[in-house]
């Protein structure tokens, strides 16, 4: 079992930028990692994906703006938002998949407001 933690969330202004970290307790080296969001009233949607072997793939709305890494070393995927927008707003999860395995933190509030 893989426990995940998000950080980084937080109250920003329209056009700045916040970079989330999720620290999973044991080793994602052989995980597909993904970051996902989930406003209120809206389906969980795939914001930012990357596989073990580190393809990445982004949802159309932030393309361009956001970028997901991972440090294997340290167990910790990222996410980096830039021109963060009000639309941007919600609960962000991170994702750990490998086979029939998947694991989920517990999500952290991003709110992009003025």
């Known amino acids: 079992q893989v426990q995940l933690v998000e950080s980084g969330g937080g109250l920003v202004q329209p056009g700045r930028s916040l970079r989330l970290s999720c620290a999973a307790s044991g080793s994602i080296l052989s995980f597909d990692m993904g970051w996902y969001r989930q406003a209120p009233g809206k389906q969980r949607e795939l914001v930012a994906g990357?596989?073990?072997?580190?393809?990445?793939n982004y949802a159309d709305s932030v393309k361009g703006r956001f970028t997901i890494s991972r440090d294997n070393a340290k167990n910790t995927v990222y996410l980096q938002m830039n021109s963060l927008t009000p639309e941007d707003t919600a609960v962000y999860f991170c994702?750990?998949?490998?086979?029939?395995?998947?694991?989920w933190g517990q999500g952290t509030q991003v709110t992009v407001s003025s």
């Open positions: 990357i596989t073990s072997s580190g393809t990445t």
């Open positions: 994702n750990a998949r490998r086979s029939q395995y998947q694991y």
